[in-house]
């Protein structure tokens, strides 16, 4: 039986960052993936890497340091996958946020990211917003600029997985994790690959299985502890209009919330809905209300779209976010991750839940240091906010 330090169970940024990190950290480790990388939720994101501007308006000033933080590593690291775009938010007459709240807004933003030149912000002259894709300037009062970053989320998963096999990690794919059984000081896991069934063995599980992860925590036997968790799905869907100066960041004429409009591989990219999610998570697929949602922003925004119905959409997929239980609305929940462990200081279980594709790095740090005292001294080959990623296809 073949044994390992860490066996990784999902290839989606999670799983990914956390082979990253611990082979980094001198470990040798397994990732299983049942399907492809990224064929989960680490597809079907926004595709920002943020710091997460509307976070401040819930309080979450710690989650948007980080996020900050991150963003400034991958654009060093990841120059040919991360780009700082503008961000464009219109203020109308009837917008519920005024300038002034933006701008404030924007200048907590710019302290908690350092101040550092992609923090800048300003309004965009009258004069240009003729360059602004025929963005709708009836009754407009302003347009705020900022910046943030656009990515490609599964080729991001692709290259941290290759960045982990470099330095060593091994990857069995299609690979479904079947079932753990709890020792003292390891665990045994068996998965299915095929028709056959391999049994390998590790100090430490770690369930990096996205919306799935549940699932994979009820397959662990002893039982052990599952947080209380909600499914809420979310749909984009590609437009053939091109949108070309940046991201805008606008609110939904029917509810308020915020929904992205952004060029995406020579198309408008168009996201998202939050609508609450209950079933089996391999059965999400976009709702046409969700579409017919999305089709009504971007014709808000964009009259050249004002006859564009849902037999235009060149693409579209859904997503499920992992939030805590909670009966609040699922856009004004709490984005931190969630890591369980079944024991400490020496868990052979650790849990990711929830989380954001932007903090991928540095939860897979805290990952490592919750792990580290159930594994082997090692000498560490690599510190992962050093490590290049680059594009693999
Ligand atoms: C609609 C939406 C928009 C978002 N937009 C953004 C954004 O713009 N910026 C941002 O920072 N974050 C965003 N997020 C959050 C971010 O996308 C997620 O936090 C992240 O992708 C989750 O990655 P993950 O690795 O935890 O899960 P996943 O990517 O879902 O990976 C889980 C993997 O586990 C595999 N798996 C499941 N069961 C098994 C098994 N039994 N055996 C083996 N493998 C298994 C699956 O096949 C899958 O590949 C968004 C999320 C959603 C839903």
């Known amino acids: 039986m073949k044994e390992y330090d860490v066996i990784v169970v999902g290839g989606g940024i999670h799983g990914a960052g956390v082979l990253q990190a611990v082979v980094a ?28 501007l509307r976070y401040l308006e819930s309080g979450q000033f710690a989650l948007v340091r980080e996020s900050l933080r991150e963003r400034a590593i991958l654009l060093r690291i990841a120059s040919d996958l991360v780009e700082l775009r503008p961000f464009f938010i219109p203020v109308y007459r009837d917008t519920r946020r005024r300038p002034w709240q933006l701008r404030l807004g924007l200048s907590m933003y710019a302290l908690l990211g350092g101040f550092d030149a992609s923090t800048r912000f300003g309004s965009v002259p009258r004069r240009e917003w003729e360059t602004l894709d025929g963005l709708d300037t009836r009754g407009l009062d302003a347009v705020i600029r900022y910046h943030d970053a656009q990515t490609d989320d599964a080729q991001l998963t692709r290259a941290v997985v290759q960045s982990a096999m470099s330095l060593g990690a091994e990857i069995a794919m299609p690979a479904g994790f079947a079932e753990a059984r709890l020792a003292q000081s390891h665990v045994d896991v068996s998965y299915r690959q095929g028709s056959s069934t391999v049994e390998c063995r590790a100090r430490v599980l770690v369930n990096a299985a996205g919306p799935w992860a549940a699932q994979v ?16 799905q979310g749909t984009h869907i590609v437009v053939p209009l091109q949108v070309t100066a940046g991201i805008y960041y606008v609110e939904s004429p029917q509810d308020g919330r915020a929904v992205f409009i952004m060029p995406w591989k020579g198309a408008t990219l168009i996201g998202t809905t939050e609508t609450p999610f209950r079933g089996e998570p391999d059965r999400v697929h976009p709702l046409p209300a969700e579409e017919d949602y999305l089709l009504a922003v971007a014709r808000r925004y964009f009259p050249a779209l004002k006859d564009i119905t849902r037999e235009r959409i060149v693409e579209r997929f859904a997503g499920l976010r992992v939030l805590p239980a909670a009966t609040q609305a699922a856009f004004d929940r709490s984005r931190e991750t969630i890591f369980v462990a079944d024991r400490e200081p020496h868990p052979r279980v650790l849990g990711i839940y929830g989380g954001k594709l932007t903090g991928w790095r540095a939860a897979a740090a805290h990952v490592l240091a919750r792990i580290s005292p159930s594994l082997p001294v090692s000498s560490r080959r690599a510190e992962t906010e050093d490590l290049v990623l680059r594009r693999t296809t």
């Not at 925590?217 to 809420?232: R, T």
């Open 25 to 52: 950290a001198g470990h040798s480790a397994l990732l299983l993936e049942r399907r492809a990388l990224a064929s989960g939720t680490s597809s079907r994101s926004s595709k920002l890497i943020h710091g997460g």
């Open 217 to 232: 925590a009820h397959a662990i036997q002893p039982a052990i502890a599952i947080p209380a968790i909600d499914l809420v």
